[in-house]
């Protein structure tokens, strides 16, 4: 056992004998006074408990992570909970809307994927006839967000039938609090275990509108309170762990798992476990940051995607009544993609005519009436604030200041009035694409109106909201944990920019803004086997030569393999204002990345012993996270996180116990590994290996 991970918190009984003598109601307060203590997102239970669920993995957040949690949980038998702030399952490819899988050309080439993700695309392809029928460009797979939901619901639910698992699905559904409490002594890594989640659900009151007529800035903050309103009904559910089997009532190291798979890393927050929030202080392992001392408030921007609809005719488009206020914002952004049509086709999710062949240049690709686009565009529905004044996702200092880390008073994390400036942003930039003249960032001349194009909205549209507007807002970064420290890793376990880049840090940016030393730390990191020559001074900086290939993990569970791709906060606060910029130097460390791994350590918060953390908010940095983000990505993690948790149930292990001899040999994570490989869900990229260099290719 690590010796940085030893905690001695107070036992219960020990508290208890100090107050042997006092009344019942004092011990009462007593107690719950010192659980606060442990952790202040727990309290005593709200208004009225209306029902009670038991799970062996409860998910929050039911994105594409969460998904894949769930899908490898019930395929391993056991009772998953999965709750969802939204109605549908699969996040990006749904509630988000961004329903175009991003993927890097070789993966693709190989199908080499996890077994879940294989599946969703073969049943997209089933679905539609084709892989894509929206014909779109950036993608091999573009489709409806509605169509996303449906068939990533039938496949969990077809998961639990072949793997006599049970599903459990909570739509509508926040995580309000969490009861964490000592664990049992001499069982527990860190002390801490998760024992209890109280949710909120909410359905609409009696002779109101549907859910999804509002925005979710209009909802949001309801749906964090514990009251009925006059706009929501709510039922308040305490989810525990399934009781032990009774032919087995043995004594568990750990009765259940929580994985915190939520868009935005809630959880995280809430739990108060150790996290990191926007950009990294520049350091020899994060060299291309854009701030030597980091900023917590510039994280990536986030959007309201939407869906629109070529016409035969012409479209009368009124003018709403805050366009004036974005209009400075908008563009197309470089002159190589001045082009209604590339922008159009760009992650185009239905196409009338996808048998006809299309000119090689997106400029010339013909629009007929009928055809949809989902808009996602940088410099147009993308919202990209980055001030402490307007930043979307709270810190902890702000959580602090807003006591939504006081008991009962989580409410989310998240600014309400950002989310809604956001969705008047995207609203604007719909009206801009087909009406719009000017271009903030190309001049006058270069914008042309396009008013053939509708606008879809309603229950029954591609988005799935009378708004018109995504759910949900697309998430490209959240709160990511920092892992547990070790002898090799003292501040906590973190995937840096060095593991995985492509990034020539021979650049003269690198020797001029670090130290000598700094410089030399970050090419011991870089040169892999040349690195050791460099460290016993047999060898200069000069001389060094870096690896080409990303850092291989001795405990990786999941790959993911995608191009670091930044969408940077803008300078000044609002984002919108005449003549913003994007944040200087954000973008220096974008580019090419190789093929990488999920190391298992980088879903393992700090604390909390039977908390896993799956997508977006692993231990990453600002720049890994970049290319941390995409589909199959989450899926991977997921699947790492579904996989972990049933087999620590199954063999009484803690997950940390798994990678806490690391270097040594783990042999108990050696077959949680097997196991991984034998339901076809990869954790290396082929020919991967420390004398392996020829992952040039890997593009």
């Not at 006809?356 to 010339?364: A, G, I, M, V």
């Not at 909205?457 to 070790?486: A, W």
């Amino acid at each position: 056992m690590s010796k940085f991970n030893q905690q001695s918190p107070m036992k219960l009984p020990q508290y208890l004998f100090s107050l042997k003598g006092r009344s019942i109601a004092s011990v009462a307060l007593g107690l719950i006074t010192l659980i606060s203590a442990i952790n202040p997102a727990f309290s005593a239970p709200p208004r009225n408990l209306d029902k009670e669920e038991t799970c062996d993995i409860l998910v929050a957040g039911g994105g594409l992570a969460g998904a894949a949690t769930a899908y490898e949980g019930l395929l391993a038998g056991r009772t998953v909970c999965i709750t969802e702030i939204t109605d549908w399952v699969g996040g990006q490819i749904s509630a988000q809307g961004t329903s175009a899988l991003d993927e890097r050309d070789t993966q693709r080439s190989l199908l080499f994927y996890p077994r879940g993700y294989l599946e969703l695309r073969r049943r997209i392809k089933e679905r539609y006839g084709r892989l894509n029928p929206g014909g779109c460009w950036v993608s091999y797979s573009c489709f409806m967000p509605y169509d996303g939901h449906k068939i990533l619901f039938e496949m969990l639910q077809d998961a639990a039938s072949r793997g006599k698992g049970t599903l459990k699905w909570f739509p509508n559904t926040v995580i309000k609090e969490l009861g964490i409490t000592p664990a049992v002594a001499g069982n527990s890594v860190s002390g801490q275990q998760i024992k209890s989640a109280i949710a909120i659900q909410h359905k609409p009151a009696t002779n109101t509108p549907p859910i999804n007529n509002e925005p979710l800035s209009q909802t949001i903050e309801d749906a964090y309170r514990y009251e009925n309103s006059p706009r929501f009904n709510k039922t308040i559910i305490r989810f525990i762990p399934q009781p032990p089997n009774q032919s087995n009532r043995q004594p568990r190291p750990v009765d259940w798992y929580v994985v915190d798979a939520t868009e935005t890393g809630e959880l995280i927050a809430l739990a108060d476990v150790p996290y990191r929030l926007g950009i990294d202080p520049r350091s020899p392992l994060e060299p291309s940051s854009g701030s030597p001392t980091g900023d917590a408030y510039c994280t990536q921007g986030f959007t309201y995607t939407f869906a629109m609809e070529a016409t035969k005719e012409p479209q009368q488009h009124q003018v709403p009544s805050f366009y004036q206020q974005y209009a400075p914002y908008y563009s197309y952004e470089l002159q190589r993609l001045a082009s209604f049509p590339l922008v159009f086709s760009y992650r185009q999710i239905r196409s009338m005519r996808p048998d006809e062949t299309r000119p090689s240049d997106p400029k010339k690709f013909p629009i007929y009436p009928g055809d949809i686009s989902m808009q996602n565009w940088t410099w147009g529905n993308d919202y990209r604030p980055g001030t402490s004044q307007d930043n979307l996702i709270y810190t902890r200092e702000q959580l602090q200041t807003a006591s939504q880390l006081q008991p009962g008073g989580w409410m989310g994390g998240l600014r309400t009035e950002t989310l809604r400036r956001g969705e008047e942003h995207a609203k604007g930039y719909f009206y801009w694409l087909v009406t719009g003249t000017t271009d903030s960032q190309l001049g006058n001349g270069v914008k042309k109106p396009y008013p053939n194009n509708r606008w879809l909205s309603g229950l029954d549209s591609p988005m799935g909201t009378v708004h018109g507007l995504s759910k949900y807002p697309y998430m490209r970064e959240g709160r990511r944990i920092i892992g547990r420290p070790s002898f090799n890793d003292p501040q906590g376990f973190t995937i840096w920019e060095v593991d995985m880049s492509r990034t020539d840090f021979k650049a003269d940016f690198y020797r001029q803004n670090l130290s000598e030393k700094e410089y030399r730390n970050l090419w011991l990191a870089v040169g892999g086997l040349n690195a050791p020559a460099l460290g016993v001074g047999s060898q200069s900086v000069e001389d060094t030569k870096s690896r080409s290939r990303a850092r291989i993990y001795p405990d990786s569970v999941g790959i993911g393999h995608y191009a670091i791709d930044f969408h940077p906060c803008m300078t000044n606060s609002p984002p919108e204002a005449p003549g913003n910029t994007e944040r200087e130097g954000t973008r220096k460390g974008q580019g090419q990345a190789y093929p990488f791994q999920i190391p298992l350590r980088a879903m393992i918060p700090q604390k909390i012993d039977n908390m896993l953390v799956a997508g977006k908010s692993i231990a990453v940095s600002h720049t890994a996270a970049a290319a941390y983000r995409v589909h199959s990505f989450e899926w991977s993690a997921g699947v790492a996180a579904g996989v972990t948790a049933a087999f620590s149930l199954e063999n009484g292990i803690i997950p940390y116990e798994l990678v806490d001899e690391l270097p040594s040999r783990e042999p108990n994570l050696e077959v949680l590994q097997l196991r991984l490989q034998q339901n076809a869900n990869p954790i290396a990229f082929p020919g991967t290996s420390v004398f392996n260099s020829s992952w040039q290719n890997w593009k």
